[in-house]
């Protein structure tokens, strides 16, 4: 059945499905257990078992533990619990051990039929042998040996015979292609190190590229779902089962392999490798500290498994690599708490308060758990007495405080929040001046009212406990563990980005109702922020890791601007996000939420409504990104309008603004162009893909040149068509220039073929 959610993976397999290519549906998740996953991984997570979900179909957790060296059982087991707390159950718990033996069988084969040879170079030797993107590899020494004589080796290879380092197993491919993948990639070395499920059975292992599609095709995966830097590794997916004919033996149709970009959020790092560094040079309190990007980080900090599904789908699902503000997390992570926290009081900076005409003793109140908003059951008991706490931020010791200030100052009057009403009448200061305590004055026909009564009009409300009915809590304040949005960023080492300060600890006093309060558990302190109850806490020793924050400046509004627009002759060009969306509330309705809740937003809104009318405002103040890339050609504003709700949506071909690079200079730059006339609207679509693809400014398409056959036309025609490929040109994949020149010839069969080559590589660093 075809899913309800929309992304080309889910496309391809609707496809598939239709096709009768497939008449079910499998993937899995392999992890490597060498460290703990992060929130990249659920990403995958979601991906895959969400996939199996939908289509009803399956999802193996598999591991990749083909590197003895690196791996522990540690991680093994914490995998499956995180896999599982995300929510999700595998079909099968599988291992690549499992298949060792089945491997082994098929790598003879290959030698025996002279696909594979037992190769003596070592790692820098054969990097050095395997050339260049612009020059040929050369043979291996061994490459020629005989299949009986590389039979021999790989055997005595099995059988301890040989040192690590001596030998590898590679497979004979193409030493001159294109892939550097295919220049007989290895797929054996030697490693004599304890295995954790085959102990010392085996002193060779395979490597990734000859596990990995030989896995998916004994279990019967349909579609095999990676990450885009494996896009190179698909050619020699395909050769290991096409050589193999190990789908064909096992009864099953043959995977494929599809590539979708990874996440990478702000203000983290996503490799296992510096996390581990992170952990073993003690920056952080082990892979559990609540800073880290860990799934298991966040569990403890109090993150929730349906905020972080929320998440990925958010996200999405994207052929192009881009970076996440850190906000899109904390978005998700503020609304499940919003409904599920139960609120409560507690003081962070303790700052005793008298009340002075309170007579007799303590009186219990009662307070909601929740406001009337969320509309969830439950109250808690508090107690009001002759001496409560504040927080020390919410007294103000002047006697001229700024006009809009709402909270405790002297002749000032607040509401306790659930108790009373109270008036500021003096304060006691230590030798330098500093407030030690506040008297106040209780209005007593205001106490326990459910809000504040009669005549007395309190400028605001504060949270407070009461000084026998509080209990002592220290409160661990998270913050981001990097200083820099992108640590690792500009050459810098990462670790030199790291915030001292993302950890602060305070004590503070919280309801006495929290006293029992269950480890995990998850509370919001009203007025203060979410915390969760901490692995260390004890019976009279609480210790709570603050969550999140209550808001957040840098929020960003769920992106639904431009969700359809209208294109060309009619087409329309859906965000994806819009296909996912709820259909519970229009596009409007959404993007005007979301300016309630974003004050930029709103801002955006009231500067482009005079400019281009109430319709195209809603448009284009949906979200931070759009707006601001409106905001930074708002001299041309109708002008910006059109190609932003018209045209881009066409360009980004489904995917969302803000997971693209595209620069707000650059779109004024763009803009200026279309204005001045200089950029006509044909040549100004291709120049906007290119952007959208790559970042890059506009460029103004050289002319023809007086070719007569619209040689320019048809490279910018390319260029646009294969706008992912150009922008793996210009990061660094150099060799997809020959691939771009033959799409040229194709479409100017007879052209020159050094004009060719030196007019589109002219055109790619323009």
């Not at 009986?148 to 099995?158: Q, T, V």
């Not at 490798?273 to 403890?300: C, E, F, Q, S, Y």
């Not at 929730?304 to 850190?326: H, T, Y």
């Not at 002297?410 to 001046?433: C, E, I, M, Q, S």
Request: charged share 25%.
């Amino acid at each position: 059945m075809a899913s309800e959610r929309t992304d080309f993976i889910r496309d391809i397999i609707d496809d598939d499905l239709s096709a009768k290519r497939h008449q079910r549906v499998a993937t899995r998740f392999p992890p490597e257990p060498n460290g703990y996953l992060h929130i990249g991984h659920a990403k995958s997570i979601c991906l895959n078992f969400g996939i199996a979900r939908d289509y009803s179909g399956t999802c193996n957790l598999r591991y990749d533990d083909t590197n003895p060296a690196k791996e522990d059982v540690e991680y093994v087991e914490s995998i499956e619990r995180d896999v599982r707390w995300l929510g999700f159950e595998p079909s099968a718990v599988l291992f690549s051990a499992d298949y060792f033996p089945r491997m082994y069988e098929l790598a003879e084969r290959l030698v025996s039929e002279g696909l594979a040879y037992a190769c003596s170079l070592d790692d820098e030797q054969i990097r050095a042998y395997r050339g260049s993107l612009t020059e040929a590899g050369r043979p291996s020494p061994d490459r020629d040996r005989s299949p009986d004589a590389n039979l021999a080796l790989l055997r005595e290879m099995r059988a301890g015979k040989h040192a690590d380092g001596t030998y590898t197993l590679r497979a004979k491919i193409d030493m001159a292609s294109s892939n550097m993948k295919m220049r007989d990639p290895l797929l054996y070395r030697i490693r004599h190190a304890h295995h954790h499920r085959t102990g010392d059975a085996w002193c060779i292992y395979p490597m990734y590229d000859w596990a990995h599609p030989l896995e998916d095709a004994l279990e019967g995966i349909t579609h095999s779902i990676c990450t885009l830097e494996f896009e190179n590794n698909r050619e020699l997916y395909d050769w290991v089962i096409e050589e193999t004919g190990v789908s064909r033996e096992s009864g099953h149709a043959r995977p494929h392999q599809y590539e979708f970009a990874r996440l990478n959020l702000d203000y983290t790092v996503m490799s296992k490798r510096k996390l581990l560094a992170l952990v073993k040079d003690r920056h952080v309190n082990g892979w559990d500290d609540p800073r880290m990007p860990t799934i298991t980080a966040m569990r403890r900090r109090g993150y929730a498994p349906s905020a972080l599904r929320e998440f990925c789908d958010m996200v999405g699902v994207a052929k192009a690599n881009s970076w996440i503000d850190f906000a899109k997390l904390e978005y998700c992570i503020r609304g499940e708490l919003n409904q599920n926290a139960p609120r409560v009081m507690g003081v962070v900076d303790p700052l005793r308060v008298e009340i002075v005409n309170w007579e007799g003793g303590a009186r219990e109140l009662v307070a909601p758990y929740y406001p009337p908003d969320i509309g969830k059951p439950g109250e808690r008991k508090i107690t009001i007495e002759g001496v409560v706490y504040i927080d020390r931020a919410d007294y103000l010791d002047s006697e001229a405080p700024p006009k809009d200030y709402k909270r405790l100052a002297p002749g000032k009057t607040v509401w306790l929040r659930h108790g009373a009403v109270v008036t500021a009448v003096g304060a006691t200061t230590d030798a330098n001046g500093a407030v030690t305590a506040v008297q106040v004055r209780l209005h007593e026909e205001t106490l326990g009212g459910g809000n504040p009564a009669g005549g007395v009009k309190p400028s605001g409300a504060i949270h407070w406990v009461a000084e026998h009915a509080s209990v002592p809590a220290e409160l661990r304040i998270y913050d981001q563990l990097f200083k820099s949005a992108k640590p690792e960023e500009g050459g810098v080492d990462f670790v030199e980005q790291i915030d001292k300060d993302s950890l602060k600890i305070v004590h503070a006093r919280v309801e006495a109702s929290l006293a029992g309060a269950e480890i995990g558990s998850r509370w919001q302190f009203e007025r203060v922020g979410y915390f969760c109850v901490d692995l260390d806490s004890k019976p009279g020793a609480l210790v709570f890791n603050r969550i999140i924050t209550l808001r957040d400046t840098r929020e960003a509004a769920k992106p639904v601007v431009a969700a359809a627009a209208v294109v060309g002759d009619g087409e329309k060009v859906v965000n994806a996000k819009a296909k996912t969306r709820p259909k519970l509330k229009s596009g409007p309705e959404y993007r005007a939420e979301a300016r309630v809740r974003d004050g930029v937003l709103a801002d955006a809104y009231a500067a482009a409504k005079p400019l281009v009318g109430e319709e195209q405002a809603d448009l284009l103040t949906g979200d931070r990104a759009t707006a601001a890339l409106f905001e930074a050609a708002i001299a041309h504003a109708e002008i910006a309008a059109k190609w932003i709700i018209n045209e881009l949506p066409r360009a980004l071909g489904g995917a969302e603004l803000e997971d693209k690079p595209v620069d707000g200079a650059h779109f004024a730059a763009f803009v200026e162009l279309v204005a001045s006339g200089k950029l006509n609207a044909s040549a100004a679509k291709g120049v906007l893909a290119t952007m959208v693809a790559s970042g890059a400014a506009p460029v103004v398409p050289a002319s023809d040149g007086g070719d007569g056959g619209g040689l320019a036309d048809t490279i910018e025609k390319v260029i646009v068509d294969h706008a992912d490929k150009v922008a793996q040109y210009k990061a660094g994949k150099v060799g997809l220039l020959g691939f771009l020149v033959g799409q040229v010839r194709k479409a100017s069969p007879g052209a020159d073929a050094a004009e060719l080559n030196a007019r589109v590589k002219q055109r790619l660093e323009s």
